[in-house]
């Protein structure tokens, strides 16, 4: 297959990174396979982009909505017709199974026409006020929007950002994952085709340098960004107090089993949320609590399904996990593996990195489930990102809530059971932005409000979808009229 030049966007033209310096994307399943090579920018990269969107942001704003609308449409449309090529270039660019990036594929551009609509329903308020006079808000476009975006759903995450921003009217600098360049590239032609006026939006390929440059750049009035917690942190520092920031970042997602669930459907569920994106989901589950004498044949059931994952190429035909998406992360989850066995929890299945038939060229690792994980542990505390699942003992359903909550994030929460009280209590109590009753961690309805608690987001009008989203991407006057007697 053949490898992309890829460009940034800036001022309505695909252009080189200013230093002429570009990185490499090469296809995790197959180190010899290059995806291709992309501008390496810089500070200097963003300031021209910055520059440019917010000279090209006001024809956007005053574009009218319904056209607004259409372009997002249009774009929809766009990337829908090319639905299987995106796939199979999801896969090769970034590890997920076809049947996974199809998922993708298929969810972005009903992102993108949920965002259209969006685009014709901003509205203001009004107010009473005495005599004659009328009081209204008005909602506008905030500008320039900075979008940071991680590689673990290289389309649907940014389609997330850039269509309600767009939807908006304003600006956008989009600065994806220096994993997921070509897919980011992708989004920006259907957005272009579709008639988005060129200096409306500037992609800027890179890793940390243009991402730091791009939040803490004045010009850029709303920073939405998700990826990690450390990141996030930086991300949230440079913007400084006075500008808003979107952050969605980080989980450790636990399961809690009761005694009366339904085991084999637990394991199910379980493993579903644990091994489904190779584990680089979110809200991956990453804890399993179990309530007493539940643990033994819960784990022993996860354990059996995590052997049954077949491990390959996304794109071979019977392959459900695929590899992970870079070497740090595959370094990531074998010393993770290794300090799991040196704290003294028992490695039960997997955790090995795979090789033989081509394997070596990738960064391919079997799912590991640890038993006897206690909560002190660094595999119960720190997001491992990867095909890494343990297993914590509880003795009665306060000690399951309060392990499921000894941790500093909050994105996903679970729980198994038949008993509705149970789960309900569960719902109430839990320190999460999202709770599963008898569902994986894993998969958020499109239309449904998404965003975590405690170190997993800062809640900033939550994103995806609900009545709060697009208060991100708008700022509100209150307008005073009167007539003149
Ligand atoms: P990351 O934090 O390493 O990178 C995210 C983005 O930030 C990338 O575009 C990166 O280049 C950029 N970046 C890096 N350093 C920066 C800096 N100092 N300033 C500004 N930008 C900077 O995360 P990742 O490895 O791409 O993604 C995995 C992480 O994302 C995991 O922690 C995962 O939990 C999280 N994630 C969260 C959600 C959510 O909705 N909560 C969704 C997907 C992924």
């Not at 796939?87 to 997920?96: L, Q, S, T």
């Not at 969810?107 to 993108?112: I, K």
């Not at 542990?377 to 990102?385: P, V, W, Y």
């Not at 932005?433 to 405690?454: D, I, R, S, Y």
Request: net charge neutral.
């Amino acid at each position: 297959m053949s490898a992309h030049e890829g460009r940034n966007l800036i001022g309505g033209r695909w252009v080189p990174a200013l230093s002429g310096e570009t990185f490499t994307r090469r296809n995790p399943a197959d180190v010899d396979d290059v995806v291709g090579a992309f501008p390496d920018s810089s500070a200097a990269d963003v300031d021209a982009a910055v520059a440019a969107v917010a000279g090209g942001a006001a024809e956007w704003a005053a574009t009218p909505a319904e056209t607004r609308a259409r372009v997002l449409e249009k774009a929809a449309d766009l990337l829908e017709a090319r639905a299987a090529e995106l796939a199979a270039e999801i896969v090769r660019e970034e590890g997920k199974t076809l049947a996974e990036a199809s998922v993708e594929t298929r969810r972005t551009p009903m992102n993108l026409r949920f965002h259209a609509a969006e685009a014709v329903r901003m509205s203001g308020q009004t107010y009473a006020a005495p005599g004659s006079a009328l009081v209204y808000t008005w909602r506008e476009p905030v500008g320039v929007v900075g979008a940071i975006t991680p590689w673990n759903f290289p389309l649907n995450i940014p389609s997330r950002k850039l269509g309600p921003a767009l939807a908006a009217g304003n600006g956008v600098v989009f600065k994806p994952s220096p994993l997921t360049p070509l897919t980011a590239q992708r989004l920006v032609e259907a957005l272009l085709a579709a008639g988005l006026p060129a200096r409306a939006l500037a992609l800027v390929h890179g890793g940390p340098e243009p991402g730091a440059a791009l939040a803490g750049d004045p010009r850029v009035g709303a920073v939405t960004f998700t990826g990690s917690t450390a990141t996030g942190r930086a991300v949230h520092a440079a913007a400084g107090p006075s500008r808003r920031v979107q952050l969605e970042m980080g989980g450790k997602n636990p399961v809690v089993v009761l005694p009366d669930a339904d085991l084999d459907r637990a394991a199910q569920i379980i493993a579903t949320g644990a091994f489904g994106l190779s584990g680089q989901a979110c809200t991956g589950t990453s804890r399993v609590i179990a309530l007493g004498e539940v643990y033994e044949p819960l784990l022993e059931r996860v354990a059996k399904l995590a052997g049954k994952r077949t491990v390959g190429d996304g794109r071979a035909p019977g392959v459900d996990m695929g590899p992970l998406a870079a070497d740090f992360q595959l370094a990531k989850v074998l010393d993770h593996v290794r300090i799991g066995q040196e704290e003294g929890a028992e490695l039960v299945t997997g955790g090995r990195r795979l090789t033989g038939d081509g394997l070596e060229r990738g960064f391919f690792v079997s799912p590991a489930v640890f038993a006897g994980v206690r909560p002190d542990m660094r595999l119960a505390r720190e997001e491992i990102f990867g095909p890494v699942l343990a297993f914590q003992r509880a003795a009665d359903f306060e000690e399951a809530l309060a392990l499921a909550d000894a941790t500093e994030y909050g994105l996903a929460s679970g729980i198994v059971t038949r008993d509705l009280g149970r789960a309900l209590d569960f719902a109430r109590r839990s320190r999460t932005g999202l709770v599963k009753v008898n569902q994986p961690t894993t998969g958020m309805a499109m239309n449904v409000p998404f965003g975590g608690l405690k170190e997993s987001g800062t809640q900033t009008f939550k994103e995806q979808a609900g009545p709060t989203m697009m208060l991100f991407y708008t700022q509100e006057k209150s307008v005073y009229l009167s007539a003149l007697e």
